[in-house]
């Protein structure tokens, strides 16, 4: 049931607790957190057999790469364009657990299984595709039945306006986050990542991942049309696999800001405890 | 015919559904089930059945001459180092013999010639290598499909084996498809790339094309084709080289 029709217990107490978060929301959250983090270490160490990115529908190592992690003279970098950044110790070399140099793009700590070894992280990464593809399909339909999308998720008009928009930004700039009966809803702000995440980049990266197989682009051309070729695709999903990563940070140092404990047991439990407003 | 590739199409994934099933339960010194060959191979278990499903017989994109990479760089073995493969190139192939054989009505063996003055097909596709590298090129050469329809597969054929002259230390390269890319107009027994005769680092004299697969299935520097009943009696027993010595996934359609 929506946030707005439950019964706040103990309205007379400072923390009035709420039924925030419905169970399809709590079991797709955690079947993600642990996808989400093996789908990406295992695509880390696929990156690492090629680590180039191109734009269309070839590329391959005579072609420019727009993005390369590698080595030069015992240095690692990470170019993009023009701009060439030395990561010495973090991409293109890094110190393995014998206090040897390897020279792979992503170090070990970030991938699955951490030594060097293609066929093994392609079968955590395609094998987990499905179950994360699964997952979104019954999630849709599942947050479409019990109205998470239209009444948890979608802004309402009122939201959408510049002035409210920029007062959200505003708060979150100054780490003001809601309180009391505000904090019931998710925030403008809070809506745009999640819809983001949940209706733009995770189908991005199934669409763009299917893109890279080649029976799919017999199966399917249109693939290939929408994301303008299968090298196209594949620097596409490495982009939307870090603003996931992105999303991650946000999403974890906001839950620290704004109590990590409540909100963790409300992801656990659906219940949430109100954060008291404070008094003018 | 389109009729009899369905069946076929039928019986193979019937047949390696059960070949996979015999390859669990097997318990050779060499093979060891462990969490990756049961777990984790049930997404290429699931992507060979969906993808046959909606693929069915769909052709792989194909590419117009602008768009074809303007180096197509080569990988695997480029060189074959053996003595007999050595004296082949010498003779610039005219030895050569493409040898047909296994579970088929009428074996028999081709030199070049004989292959190029069959009807030929040309295709620019795209070659997508398991590392994530893609380079597009043109192929010309006999549709697998006609030269098996030449030697004529027995009922019990559901798997064509590709023997190769190049080896990784003492093992030379061998790969399997099944009927259905067997079968499938694009899949191509190549001897000409980019309009010129096949180069030695690209595959020569003879090639797979296997367009709705990974770079690893296009078997190169082919010199006997055999039709099997299961792959268990090919090298380890998972039908390709890299399937049994690196863990690859025999189906490389993703």
């Not at chain 1, 060097?116 to 479409?144: G, P």
């Not at chain 2, 190139?89 to 005219?94: D, K, P």
């Not at chain 2, 498809?177 to 030695?200: C, G, K, R, W």
Request: a neutral charge; one cysteine or more.
């Amino acid at each position: 049931m929506a946030v707005s029709d439950q019964e706040v217990t103990n309205v007379n107490t400072a923390a009035a607790i709420v039924y925030r978060h419905k169970l399809s929301t709590r079991i797709w959250h955690w079947l993600n957190a642990v996808v989400i983090l093996i789908m990406l270490m295992s695509g880390l160490m696929i990156f690492n057999a090629h680590p180039r990115l191109y734009w269309g529908q070839y590329g391959a190592n005579f072609d420019h790469a727009w993005l390369q992690i590698g080595s030069a003279g015992g240095d690692g970098f990470l170019r993009i364009g023009d701009l060439s950044i030395r990561t010495t110790g973090f991409l293109g070399a890094w110190q393995g657990p014998d206090d040897e140099t390897v020279y792979t793009a992503f170090p070990g700590w970030l991938t699955i299984p951490s030594t060097y070894d293609l066929a093994l992280s392609r079968r955590w990464h395609l094998t987990f595709a499905w179950l994360f593809m699964a997952a979104l399909v019954v999630y849709w339909i599942w947050s479409l039945a019990n109205r998470h999308i239209r009444q948890d998720l979608l802004p309402e008009k009122r939201e959408l306006s510049a002035r409210h928009i920029l007062d959200d930004i505003k708060n979150h700039t100054l780490l003001r986050f809601p309180r009391g009966e505000e904090a019931k809803r998710y925030n403008t702000l809070q809506k745009f990542a999640y819809l983001g995440v949940v209706f733009v980049l995770i189908p991005l990266m199934i669409l763009t991942g299917l893109t890279m197989s080649p029976a799919m682009d017999a199966a399917w051309p249109w693939l290939l049309h929408v994301f303008g070729g299968r090298q196209s695709a594949r620097s596409i999903h490495f982009i939307c696999a870090m603003l996931i990563v992105l999303f991650f940070f946000v999403h974890i140092l906001m839950v620290v800001f704004v109590g990590a404990i409540n909100e963790i047991r409300s992801m656990i439990t659906g219940w949430y405890h109100l954060p008291p407003k404070e008094r003018d | 015919m389109a009729r009899l590739i369905t069946r076929r199409n039928l019986i193979a994934s019937i047949a390696a559904g059960g070949s996979s099933i015999a390859l669990s339960a097997c318990t050779g010194p060499t093979y060891n089930p462990t969490f990756q060959d049961t777990v984790l191979s049930a997404g290429d278990w699931l992507a060979y059945r969906i993808q046959r499903l909606i693929g069915g017989n769909a052709l792989a994109p194909e590419f117009s001459e602008s768009e074809m990479s303007p180096v197509f760089r080569t990988n695997g073995n480029i060189d074959p180092d053996s003595s007999d493969y050595k004296k082949l190139t010498t003779g610039n192939f005219s030895d050569w013999q493409l040898r047909v054989d296994g579970l088929v009505s009428t074996p028999a063996s081709y030199s070049l010639a004989q292959l190029r003055a069959m009807p030929s097909r040309s295709q620019i596709t795209r070659h997508d290598c398991v590392e994530g590298w893609s380079a597009i090129g043109k192929w010309t050469g006999v549709q697998l499909g006609y030269l098996l329809k030449q030697v004529g597969l027995q009922p019990n054929a559901r798997f064509v084996v590709f023997h190769c002259a190049d080896r990784f230390d003492e093992t030379p390269y061998y790969e399997s498809v099944d009927l259905v890319d067997a079968f499938h107009p694009q899949t191509l027994l190549a001897y000409a790339m980019n309009d010129e005769p096949l180069s030695i680092g690209h595959g020569a004299p003879l090639r797979l094309r296997v367009e709705r697969q990974l770079g690893y299935k296009h078997a190169k520097y082919i010199m006997r084709i055999e039709a099997v009943a299961v792959l268990s009696g090919i090298g380890g027993g998972r039908g390709g080289f890299w399937e049994d010595e690196g863990d690859y996934d025999w189906y490389a359609g993703i």
